[in-house]
Nanobody, 130 residues
Framework: AVQLVESGGDSVETGDALRLSCSVS??????????MGWFRQAPGKLREGVAV???????AYADSVKDRFTISKDTSKDILYLQMNSLKPEDTATYYC??????????????????????WGQGTQVTVSA
């Protein structure tokens, strides 16, 4: 099993920056071998992929966040990050961390495959005011 705990969500203003963290714990899998991602869900909308990083550090981003968000992981600390810059009101959502040790997809494919991730955190709220 893999336990994921997100933190860092906050209420900010347009143009602000925020960094989300996802703490990873597992007795079975090293965080370095997991494909991991950030997804978000706004009220009344489907959960969508934001950014994914695989075990080799290859990344993929949703077009809406490309050049503003950066996903990274510190495997020595077992933490996944999402650095969010130039935040917009449309970035308002609950952000979820997801992981899977077996997902045989490229990061770009995994971005659109939320149902294939086996482990999820509880989410952290990000609110961006105009």
């Amino acid at each position: 099993a893999v336990q994921l705990v997100e933190s860092g969500g906050d209420s900010v203003e347009t143009g602000d920056a925020l960094r989300l963290s996802c703490s990873v714990s597992s007795r079975t899998y090293s965080s370095s071998r997991l494909i991991m991602g950030w997804f978000r869900q706004a009220p009344g909308k489907l959960r969508e992929g934001v950014a994914v990083i695989d075990s080799d550090g290859v990344t993929a981003y949703a077009d809406s966040v490309k050049d503003r968000f950066t996903i990274s992981k510190d495997t020595s600390k077992d933490i996944l990050y999402l650095q969010m810059n130039s935040l917009k009101p449309e970035d308002t959502a609950t952000y979820y961390c997801a992981a899977d040790p077996f997902l045989a997809l490229t990061p770009a494919q995994a971005l659109n495959s939320r149902f294939d991730f086996g482990y999820w955190g509880q989410g952290t709220q990000v609110t961006v005011s105009a």
